[in-house]
């Protein structure tokens, strides 16, 4: 029997899953289209495959990727982490309510990225509200570029900061417009991206001045 998903996109782009051979595989194959779609957008894995372990009723998953198929347990520990999130996501009835604590952890950054477009898509699509405990800026980040994009909107996505006031931890709601900017930032909390990349350019300049007046 072929229990291959294999992810695949014809001449639009548009995604297309091998069918099961077994009819009541059906459903789950449905639900593992959004998986799928969302792990090859992180960069994690082209296909996976659920392959029988010879005659007994075990099973195993294999990720294949850039041409090498590996099993689970053998691939990046960011791999296994993510796919509890996205068939959470995507196998929950509609309605339902999701709590995930740093659903980031062992992601690189573009897959941190791309967990921001799960939640916002998943919720409109299946009506899914998500309730994310993150210290990821890459993924809050993305979330004021989705804004930005009217991809999602303040009335969908609430961001919340918890800052310590003596003994108490008081969530306090971000204000984000239109655009995804944020009026009062939380102080000493995500690096100065921006900055960085000045003090950068600044010492690379200094060192290429004083490199010039060695060699004069």
Not at 12 to 35: A, C, S
Request: some cysteine; hydrophobic content about 40%.
């Amino acid at each position: 029997l072929d229990r291959t998903l294999k992810r695949e996109a014809d001449d639009e782009g548009q995604v297309q899953i091998e069918r099961f051979n077994e009819p009541k595989l059906q459903r789950q194959r449905l639900l593992l289209i959004g998986r799928l779609q969302h792990l090859q957008r992180m960069g994690l894995a082209d296909r996976i495959e659920v392959r029988q372990l010879g005659r007994s009723s075990r099973y195993e998953l294999l990720v294949h990727k850039d041409g090498v198929a590996a099993n689970l347990r053998d691939v990046g520990v960011g791999v296994a982490q993510v796919l509890p999130v996205l068939t959470v996501a995507y196998s929950v009835p509609p309605g339902s309510t999701v709590l995930l604590e740093e659903p980031e952890i062992h992601l690189h950054p573009l897959a941190q990225a791309v967990l921001a477009e799960l939640f916002a898509e998943v919720s409109q699509q299946r009506r899914v509200q998500f309730l994310v405990e993150t210290h990821s800026e890459h993924l809050f980040r993305r979330m004021q570029t989705l804004l930005a994009r009217r991809q999602t909107t303040t009335a969908q996505c609430q961001m919340l900061f918890v800052e310590r006031q003596g003994a108490n931890a008081v969530l306090v709601p971000l204000e984000v417009d239109e655009f995804g900017a944020v009026r009062n930032w939380p102080p000493r909390f995500f690096g100065d991206a921006m900055g960085e990349a000045r003090e950068q350019a600044r010492a690379r300049a200094q060192r290429m001045r004083e490199a010039a007046d060695g060699g004069a």
